[in-house]
């Protein structure tokens, strides 16, 4: 059974960086798909970036809320996808999703994600 954890959130102030992890387990993830989502209190979840496990290959959400501030990568020794997240924002306080999908594609639409964390809190404040 996969199971993905995600830890690294917390408090920081705007201006300051975090480091999101997300824990894979239970499969050979070499023909997955990861991805991180984000939602706010009130707000739909929204896609925040992609990787493909295999080849390394990235996707970022087309919005300019965290162009050039995330950067997605993955450590296959540690089946563990990152998230660093730089300069941060009050406006990208939410929790924090990881989710898995099966295939090499790379796609911004939840309901393609096969399997998803319990999320993790992060909090920007101003």
């Known amino acids: 059974q996969v199971q993905l954890v995600e830890s690294g959130g917390g408090l920081v102030q705007a201006g300051g960086s975090l480091r999101l992890s997300c824990a894979a387990s239970g499969r050979t993830f070499s023909s997955y798909a990861m991805g991180w989502f984000r939602q706010a209190s009130g707000k739909e979840r929204e896609f925040v970036a992609a990787?493909?496990?295999?080849?390394?290959?990235?996707?970022?959400t087309n919005s300019n809320s965290v162009k050039g501030r995330f950067t997605i990568s993955r450590d296959n020794a540690r089946n563990t996808v990152y998230l660093q997240m730089n300069s941060l924002k009050p406006e990208d306080t939410a929790v924090y999703y990881c989710?898995?999908?099966?295939?090499?594609?790379?796609?911004?639409?939840?309901?393609?994600?096969?399997?998803w964390g319990q999320g993790t809190q992060v909090t920007v404040s101003s």
């Open positions: 990787i493909n496990w295999s080849s390394g290959s990235t996707y970022y």
């Open positions: 989710a898995a999908r099966q295939g090499v594609g790379l796609t911004s639409t939840s309901r393609r994600y096969d399997y």
